[in-house]
């Protein structure tokens, strides 16, 4: 059985016109448009990892009894293109994207997409539909989103692993994630729901553990919240994750914290960055669990001054304020600034320190950028 890296590129015969793509570019949202092509690379047991192409961007054909549309074989990914000033393209820290979605493909009885073909894959979308990565101007945080995916096509409705899967590369042109600017966001703490158990797939990155967070999604946006933060589910005290975003908390006197990844949290690549790059800046950044006990008590003497969130799409977003049905913590107090350099000064920083390397704006010391074109 030999997996091949080799991709046939058919160019889409009907691409967007020059004018279509400039309009969708000049106000790209966030994925809600797709680029004009699609990678697809097949799977079976009896011939690996195969028939890799570059196809026009389009509906796929399943089954009905596919098992990905019974029992829920999926997995996928989340990174981003960035154009740097000099017009070529780069992504950030790949080798870790690939790396999670073999482990979230364990989890999920799917087979492992080997690194090299994850890699190419993206490569191949990103330098064909290489026109739909946004220009990036001093302080811009557009970018072209890369949605690598698996799902197991195999028709059947026993339940056991399918015997056939496709890996799939969309792409998206985004905007910046808040189009009107960095705000903090305001957190429901989650009474009813769990997003994921001990022994559970909370560690990999799959459909399932996003939709079982949308019921409290929808529960947050009803006590006027942005985001809503989930807790264990055995003793319901320690922090874990937003529904898709990982937490740090800062205290006052420099120290960072940030639950570790148990394999209940999403072990986040923005997470693992921002730990590296906390401490290069002086924090004691610890991987600690920390009970929403500890968080309420310190937001309330202030010895916890800011909170963030962190992730692919949002980058880093600062956290206001904790709200239950019985109480609201803010962050900072209620008589914090206006300006988020001020009252989120660490956040911000970081923030800063991140994009500026993403968009080529700092020199990369860690090589953690990967040209594409």
Same mark, same amino acid.
């Given at each position: ?13 009907? *691409? ?47 089954? @009905? ?12 990914? #989340? ?9 070529? +393209? ?44 946004? =220009?990036?101007? =001093? ?8 949605? *690598?995916?698996? +799902? #197991? ?9 399918? %015997? ?18 960095? %705000? ?50 055995? =003793? ?22 940030? *639950? ?17 790059? #906390? ?9 600690? *669990? +920390? ?35 019985? %109480? ?16 989120? @000064? ?20 860690? #090589? ?6």
């Amino acid at each position: 059985m030999v997996s091949s890296t080799e991709f046939v590129v058919a160019p889409s015969e009907s *691409p967007a016109s020059e004018a279509d793509r400039l309009e969708v570019l000049a106000n790209p949202g966030f994925g809600v448009h797709f680029t004009d092509h699609m990678a697809v690379v097949d799977h079976t047991e009896a011939d690996g990892w195969h028939n890799g192409r570059v196809v026009e961007y389009g509906p796929i054909a399943l089954d @009905p009894a596919a098992c990905v549309l019974h029992y829920a074989q999926e997995i996928f990914e #989340g990174m981003k293109a960035y154009r740097h000033a000099d017009g070529s +393209i780069w992504t950030f820290r790949p080798e870790k994207n690939a790396e999670r979605i073999r482990r979230s493909a364990r989890r999920m009885a799917l087979p492992e997409v080997p690194e090299e073909i994850f890699l190419e894959a993206i490569r191949q979308v990103t330098e064909i539909d290489q026109a739909w990565v946004p =220009e990036s101007a =001093e302080g811009s945080e557009t970018s072209l989103y890369l949605r *690598p995916f698996e +799902i #197991g096509t195999e028709a059947f409705l026993g339940v056991r692993p399918a %015997k056939a899967s496709q890996f799939y590369v969309i792409a998206s042109p985004a905007g910046p994630y808040f189009p009107s600017g960095v %705000k903090p966001v305001d957190i429901w703490v989650s009474q009813n729901y769990h997003r994921a158990g001990f022994g559970g797939t909370g560690f990999a990155k799959c459909g399932g553990n996003y939709a079982a967070s949308m019921a409290a999604q929808v529960e947050a946006a009803e006590h006027g919240c942005a985001q809503v933060m989930f807790l264990d589910d055995r =003793e319901e005290k320690w922090v874990e994750e937003l529904g898709g975003m990982n937490l740090f908390f800062v205290f006052s006197d420099g120290r960072i914290v940030t *639950p570790p990844t148990s394999g209940t949290i999403l072990e986040g690549v923005t997470r693992m960055s921002l730990v590296e790059l #906390g401490r290069d800046a002086g924090h004691d950044v610890q991987e600690r *669990p +920390i009970s929403i006990d500890e968080v309420t008590a310190g937001i309330e003497d202030g010895s916890i001054s800011e909170v963030f969130a962190c992730g692919t799409a949002a980058v880093i977003t600062p956290v206001g304020s904790f709200k239950t049905p019985e %109480k609201t913590w803010v962050v900072g107090g209620d008589d914090r600034s206006e300006e988020l350099t001020e009252s989120f @000064p660490v956040t911000m920083k970081l923030r800063t320190t991140l994009t500026d390397i993403q968009y080529g704006r700092a020199e990369d010391t860690k #090589g953690w950028l990967h040209r594409l074109v």
